[in-house]
């Protein structure tokens, strides 16, 4: 818990020197104020986003002050006229890709999106050939290994429920 | 005096665990079925005195004996008797304890119910049983030992973590220990019929009911634990894909896995080898779930019980890893059964294919969990998935599932013929669409809810009709339609029992499109006597006001009126709370709560400084309570799949006695 405090004391002061050496830069060049910008867009952009210090909270609910301070400095950057790709841009720059809910889709990253594909395709391709084995098995045909035991093909199983039922019934 | 008391009981226990390893050992080797009950014995010992190192443990808290560091750490003087009793799990070395105590229960159990009907499994499920034993007790005795004393004496504790001080944080932890420490037994089992060779269905028989009811436990911790994210935690949902959120789910899933594939052993003698492999995999998934959560490997909202003892799991994963496969090759020969398939359509196919769509699911889900070591091994920097990633991949397989699910029913043993399957599927699936269409007409837009509400009416009106074939063929014969339904469900407990869980899952899966794809949201900062609308309700800030709670909480709590289409409909109450001591926020939204959806209320940000005006964070979750509705029904189903069945097992239990006796006499 403390390291938690002691974390956050130490991000709102970068932060409030960061904001402030934004602000510095805004009354030197540009960037003023363009627009009013409603906690809704704030969220908007912030759900996309992780907290980059507490463990695992998307930024749009995490409840310490450093995020709220995070939160603000989007709605600053927003009201500058930047858009949310700025901002997600700004924050992967600032404290990593894993503050960012979508990692960027380059890299390393892209096992993310093929992986599951992938293993899936593969998965019904091996699938199907074993279970197309198991089935020429039971079919008793083209079994490679000559020995393979060619088993007639099963008779269908009198598992009609109703039927079973009726039966259990009856024995009453 | 009291904490003493407790470590010797400890200390004592892991001691007596490494002889009933040795003596089972012994026994088996030599024949001598003295030694093998002495090992039995000692198993059972092992429980009262965990229990009395626990038991010491509570009393501790109870007498505010800050000695004890741990005493210190989780309780303080103020907190009331019921919280200082589950602080035992509110920190890493307690929990260790319980969950000793949980496993030392379990382990006792199947000595005093198993122990005749399968003498010659037993010296082997002793051996692994307290191998496990040993491995957790030496942990909480010599690493996280929960008695270490402080040098100066505090005159208060730090108090337990607010976010477990929630009535459903209280009881989450000890289901899902239950859960896991439940897994232990089909492990156990498995283990012993792979070394003995009595590779024969007996240990599934055995375990099947353990297996239902750990798997319960799992799935009870797992439901507990969205509620609670869901009522404590303020951000409007359930589920976040969170490392040990889904360090639970993985053992779940396979043990969801092992709980389909196992009838096909059952009813058919096949697959012998893949349901051991489901069985060691659950549990190797469970106690590398649990490593995660207590070593902080991966960073997580669970950090709260975290600390240095990573290696030593991870040695003792490698370790059992290594046993459990080096086993299952031995008996690669003994196990491998006749698998044989008649046809793709059948009975035993629809459960191969629900197992490949769970591990499918199963893999995605751990590469994402671990993806941040992963990425960190390869590139240096530690790499995160987020929620969305999840959705995208696992959608899909979830829809397959749910549409298996539905489909599977129909199919018979051997073979089912197309035409069968058409003809029982083709009305539902026009029904489903019918409904479907319907919705979209009301304004139902996005695709995937379209295609996803479709599949989850066509699979919900197939399993009420398996419901319904049953209860008809009954009704035909005179019984009066709930005496039918009752009788059904009473003979046929696993089939009745399996249609509940599926009914519950479908009902929860309604909830889970409805508030994932239709939740809305809206956050605004008004005075008060201002108002915020979302949707057809508009919300009143009446004021709020600032008040100590019990011990060092300080509750901010704002005063809404709630108007739905202009009509009052609620008052609710959200609060923001703080912990002056440790400085932590907690948000506990309010609620007004109906079957078709939540106006849920988060007090994001009040001064005292400008009374008048607030923050507020409003989300509209739709069929969100289908969720939590979906999840009793899914629970009763468990129960009445796993609920004994007295009359039938009289009579099993009648031929194994005369079977045991004959073989080995007693």
């Known amino acids: 818990m403390r390291k938690l405090a002691s974390i956050t004391i130490f991000v709102v002061i970068l932060l409030g020197l960061s904001v402030g050496f934004v602000l510095a830069q805004s009354d030197g060049t540009e960037a003023p104020v363009v627009r009013e910008v409603s906690d809704d867009e704030v969220n908007d952009v912030a759900q996309e986003l992780y907290c980059p210090v507490c463990e695992n909270t998307p930024l749009d609910v995490c409840g310490t002050q450093a995020c709220a301070d995070w939160r603000e400095l989007i709605r600053t950057k927003l009201a500058q006229g930047e858009t949310a790709q700025d901002v997600y841009a700004y924050f992967a720059r600032q404290y990593g890709d894993r503050v960012l809910a979508q990692p960027p889709r380059q890299g390393i990253n892209l096992i993310l999106w093929l992986f599951p594909i992938v293993a899936v395709v593969l998965g019904l391709v091996f699938f199907g050939r074993y279970l197309q084995n198991l089935r020429a098995e039971s079919a008793g045909t083209a079994v490679e290994s000559g020995g393979g035991t060619a088993v007639p093909p099963q008779p269908p199983a009198p598992d009609d429920y109703a039927a079973r039922i009726e039966q259990e019934l009856r024995k009453k | ?666």
Not at chain 2, 445 to 473: C, D, N, Q
Request: net charge positive; charged share 15%; aromatic share 14%.
């Open chain 2, 1 to 666: 005096m009291i904490p003493d008391i407790g470590y010797i009981a400890l200390v004592l226990a892991f001691g007596v665990s490494i002889y009933a390893a040795f003596s089972a050992w012994y026994g088996n080797r030599s024949g001598q079925i003295r030694w093998v009950e002495s090992g039995r014995n000692a198993t059972v010992i092992v429980l009262p005195l965990v229990a009395l190192s626990a038991g010491m443990l509570i009393l501790s808290i109870l007498r505010n004996d800050y000695s004890v560091e741990y005493v210190w750490r989780v309780s303080s003087r103020d907190m009331p008797t019921y919280l200082k009793v589950t602080a035992l799990w509110g920190g890493q070395a307690g929990s260790l304890l319980f969950w000793n105590f949980l496993m030392a229960s379990f382990a006792a159990m199947v000595m005093a119910r198993k122990w005749r009907k399968n003498l010659n499994l037993m010296p082997y499920v002793i051996i692994v049983i307290s191998m496990t034993q040993v491995f957790f007790l030496g942990i909480s005795a010599f690493i996280e030992n929960p008695f270490v004393r402080l040098a100066m004496i505090p005159l208060d504790g730090n108090g337990l973590n607010p976010l477990l001080r929630h009535p459903g944080m209280i009881i989450h932890p000890p289901m899902l220990y239950l859960g896991f420490t439940g897994f232990v037994i089909p492990y156990a089992f498995a283990m012993a019929a792979l070394i003995s060779g009595q590779l024969d269905d007996r240990w599934i028989r055995n375990t099947r009911r353990w297996t239902l009811v750990a798997w319960l436990f799992l799935s009870l911790g797992l439901i507990l634990g969205g509620r609670w994210a869901y009522d404590v935690l303020g951000w409007g949902g359930y589920w976040a894909w969170d490392p040990v959120e889904n360090a639970s789910l993985m053992p779940w899933l396979a043990g969801t896995a092992f709980l389909h594939s196992v009838m096909i052993q059952e009813k058919r003698d096949m697959f012998k080898m893949w349901n051991i492999f489901l069985v060691v995999m659950t549990y190797c998934l469970v106690i590398l779930g649990t490593f995660v959560v207590r070593s902080g490997v991966i960073s997580s909202v669970h950090s709260f019980a975290q600390s240095a003892i990573g290696p030593f799991f991870f040695a003792f994963i490698v370790i059992m890893f290594a046993f459990s496969a080096y086993w299952m090759t031995k008996r690669r020969e003994a196990l491998s059964s006749k698998n044989q398939l008649s046809s793709f359509l059948s009975r035993e196919a629809a459960f191969l294919y629900n197992n490949f769509i769970i591990l499918a699911i199963l893999a995605v889900v751990f590469l994402f969990t671990y993806y941040p070591i992963f990425s960190e091994l390869v590139t240096g920097e530690k790499g995160f998935v987020g929620a969305p990633v999840y959705e995208q991949a696992l959608a899909p397989l979830f829809a397959a599932l749910l549409l298996l699910m539905g489909v599977a029913p129909l199919t018979m043993w051997y073979r089912t013929s197309i035409q069968r399957l058409q003809k029982a599927t083709v009305w539902p699936a026009l029904a489903a669409l019918v409904i479907t269409v319907a919705l979209v007409v009301l304004g139902m837009r996005y695709w995937a809810a379209m295609l996803g509400v479709w599949i989850v009416t066509f699979s919900l009106l197939l399993t009420l009709m398996e419901f319904w074939k049953g209860i008809h063929a009954r009704m035909k014969r005179g019984e009066p339609a709930w005496t039918a339904l009752a009788n059904l469900m009473a003979r046929n407990r696993r089939r009745y029992g399996g249609y509940w869980i599926h009914l519950g899952v479908l009902v929860m899966a309604f909830g889970i499109i409805g508030t994932e794809l239709y939740q809305q949201q809206t956050q605004m900062h008004i005075m008060s006597g201002q108002s915020i609308t979302l949707g057809d309700y508009e919300m009143v800030f009446n004021g709020a006001r600032r008040y100590a709670g019990p011990d060092d909480l300080m509750v901010t709590e704002a005063d809404v009126d709630v108007f739905l289409n202009g009509r009052l409909v609620a008052t609710l109450a959200p609060q923001s709370e703080l912990y002056t001591r440790t400085g932590q926020p907690m948000t506990i939204p309010d609620a007004r709560s109906t079957i078709t959806e939540d106006f849920y209320v988060i007090l994001v940000n009040w001064e005292p400084t400008s009374a008048n005006e607030a923050t507020f964070r409003i989300y509209l979750n739709p069929l969100i309570n289908w969720v939590w509705a979906g999840g009793l029904i899914f629970v009763f189903g468990t129960l009445v799949a796993s609920w004994p069945d007295r009359k039938q097992e009289e009579v099993l239990e009648a031929r194994r006695e005369r079977v045991a006796l004959g073989v080995v006499g007693d």
